[in-house]
């Protein structure tokens, strides 16, 4: 919104060179209106409005930007500008950037940053992606357990310039080991001469530094916390997580999860900023391999060939057949890959769930089956349509839809479970990919059904 | 875990009547845990142990515990407790149990609070569901810009009690009208003699009672905040809305839709604590509706049962035509609903979607007809097969694809903008349901197309 209706003013004073007015402009504002304003300039304007930033405000406005933008402005800026946005940007958001480069880019832009920023970048890229070590920031307040009250926020208001929050305070030993955290709060309401290990808050959550996003995210839904600290498996304090960045990471998986129920890869980008070569790759890569899948149905459907031109009327009643499996196969993966992610069923769960689809796959299938016997029978001028033998193609095409619905149930419900076993994503069982599988057993599932019941009728 | 774990021990205790071992134990856990304990009970226990907690402690664990636990307790536990349990609750979470309750039951239970938590409660319930109105929390801390710092720290120390959070507080003038908001921490830094109206502190960032959730998520996101205002339109301080209740939103909203998106009603509980009349009714309810769309297809293919009586070859290739073009409407819908959610579409961008999308569906459809075309051309025994035309027929087949694919993408694509714009939800738009719309259009073109090439040939 903001970034549409000012820009116009903004290329002015880019176009005039007014870099005093530019600077002033911009500073007014906080830094995420500032990082929309520049999102929507090209990124040769923006390189040149980071040029005048100050550079404090310019590290901050950065961690603001798109990744897709930040990546594109590495390539435009100056090493030594490029210094000194990643030296001021949070170590957390910088972290996000640098695993998003190519790898040589991310070697050559750690080699430029400040020793102690090098350090901690290096420290947090050690970590696998996507994990707990990945996403957290060292930069937090420490206070002793021995300290008073007083000492402890005299304590903040010196180490609160570095930090990502002060909103909670950690207490650790002399050895750096968790011990318990605070929030300022607790701190401001409690006796200024109380000691920090005598104060009650609430109990201590902590993150193990090797923990999933998927993993982060459920510990900060349940606990309601603004911030955890992360530590490793003897209790080092090593970082931490703060809320918003859950909120992002929780946008993030939820958007890759659609995208990959839908049949893509996820897109990793605004759909906008994915180029036409990147969106035809992440597309056309798994349609072509469903449609490999999917040229099963032929092979299926010419072995029952002979069947069909005795009996064309048995051909109008496939694509009915195999779409209801595959849409009741989509309905029980979309289910099954959100109660997973949001561990509403553990994966020891899987037979419980089976038993439960079963019932429900044989309901499903039992209406279906139903509706489509009396559109068959009920149907106008259906001896003339279907033949005098048209009672028993409706039973055909009943009991075959029992069948391919309760199939398209099972497969859809398990298939997740299944990756998951195999530690893969449980969204890669998208909706395309159970409809295909479904797709060539409903065809064999009909033809069987219609040959058992039509033998000596009409085939 | 922790609830499957300690179960039989506080069952244990349930049995021996150990109520105040029970109570001792319970106590020492934190809100969130405690509700997962007793998340696992059975009601009647539950409400049991609700009788015996401390009045605050019931409220909070109460809170915490899943809105299915919470209905149900509602029906078990006595109006005297009830009006206990509810009267210490947050009221943004009471809101959400009420406006999920029956109307009847709301208003009986609304009845039974205290006077002043009666009017919030109404209060709160008179804005429409979905919205920054029914999220807020009316606790928070308000301070006066004419307060020094000093004075500022009291008036948070006697109001802290009774609020949500304390990080953030709220400058207001003396009509309620906020002015400002302000992080503790930024009071904590400040010199103590210096007066609110002076501190600076980021740009002040509010939400208006009617924005929908998906803003309020969307502004979130942007921000980075902790918490946030919530005004009426002349700017009168309503309530806050905390990140931590963001989480939530945010994760029911990807819940949602991403049921919606495989074909579902939103279950709005958790799988295992859907009941299966329930389960039927909303998977049912979607896959009666689309089998009906679907029965289009036998209406099409008997228009068409004259072509493929002649040419059986016809027909072995209908599932694999109409499911490329589901499979890319499957696509295309999904990565058009999430980018509508994210906001990285807007509404008036629908043509350079268009435009685009016509592009990525001739270069899919391009590569899929290719494939297409080479499996039949290259198959072993093509002749026998597919009789001595078979490179016509691979020839249908491959235009047909590209056309089915052009179609599907497009629909696909298209629909989440047009139910968006007749303000319906954009998911409702689900890969089945786009693959019904898709699979009829998908049989016109396949059979126009083989008739158009195949005259005087096969047909």
Chains 1, 2 share one sequence.
Not at 285 to 295: I, P, S
């Amino acid at each position: 919104m903001l970034g549409t209706l000012l820009k116009p003013d903004l290329e002015e004073l880019i176009h005039a060179k007014e870099w005093d007015a530019l600077r002033e402009v911009l500073t007014e504002f906080d830094a995420p209106d500032r990082a929309e304003l520049i999102e929507h300039c090209e990124v040769q304007e923006a390189a040149l409005v980071f040029r005048i930033l100050p550079r404090d405000t310019a590290g901050e406005t950065f961690e603001y930007l798109p990744l897709e933008m930040q990546t594109r402005l590495v390539e435009t800026l100056g090493d030594e500008q490029l210094k000194r946005v990643l030296d001021e940007m949070a170590p957390d958001d910088r972290t996000r950037l640098l695993e998003e480069l190519p790898g040589e880019v991310t070697r050559r832009l750690v080699a430029t940053l400040s020793p102690d920023q090098r350090k901690i970048a290096s420290a947090l890229l050690g970590y696998p992606e996507r994990t707990a070590g990945r996403a957290m920031t060292p930069e937090y307040v420490t206070i002793r357990p021995e300290m008073s009250v007083t000492e402890a926020i005299e304590q903040i208001r010196v180490q609160a310039k570095n930090s990502e929050t002060i909103s909670v305070v950690y207490v650790v030993d002399q050895r750096g080991r968790l011990l318990d955290d605070l929030r300022l709060s607790t701190l401001v309401l409690a006796e200024p001469g109380a000691k920090v290990a005598d104060l009650e808050d609430r109990q201590l959550v902590s993150i193990l530094a090797t923990a999933t996003n998927e993993e982060v995210v459920a510990i900060f839904e349940k606990y309601d916390r603004v911030a955890l600290p992360v530590t490793d498996t003897r209790g080092q304090l090593l970082g931490i997580i703060t809320i918003d960045d859950v909120l992002d990471v929780q946008s993030e998986e939820a958007t890759e999860d659609i995208q990959k129920l839908g049949g893509t890869e996820a897109l990793d980008a605004p759909y906008l900023d994915v180029t036409f070569g990147e969106m035809i790759r992440k597309r056309g890569g798994w349609l072509a391999v469903l449609f490999l899948g999917e040229m099963l149905t032929a092979t299926a459907m010419q072995y029952y060939e002979h069947q069909i031109e005795r009996a064309v009327v048995l051909a109008l009643f496939v694509p009915l057949i195999i779409s209801s499996g595959g849409n009741s196969g989509s309905q029980a993966t979309s289910i099954m890959i959100r109660a997973l992610a949001l561990r509403d069923v553990e994966l020891g769960e899987w037979s419980r769930v089976l038993r439960r689809e079963v019932m429900v796959g044989l309901t499903l299938g039992a209406i279906l089956g139903a509706i489509g016997f009396l559109r068959i029978v009920l149907w106008p001028h259906h001896t003339t349509v279907y033949g005098p033998h048209f009672v028993m193609i409706a039973g055909a095409v009943a009991i075959s839809l029992v069948g391919v619905v309760l199939f398209g149930t099972l497969t859809g419900s398990m298939l997740p479970f299944l990756l998951r076993r195999l530690r893969l994503d449980p969204a890669t069982a998208s909706a395309p990919f159970v409809a295909t599988l479904v797709d060539v057993t409903g065809l064999v599932i009909y033809f069987s059904v219609a040959s058992a019941m039509l033998r000596g009728i009409l085939l």
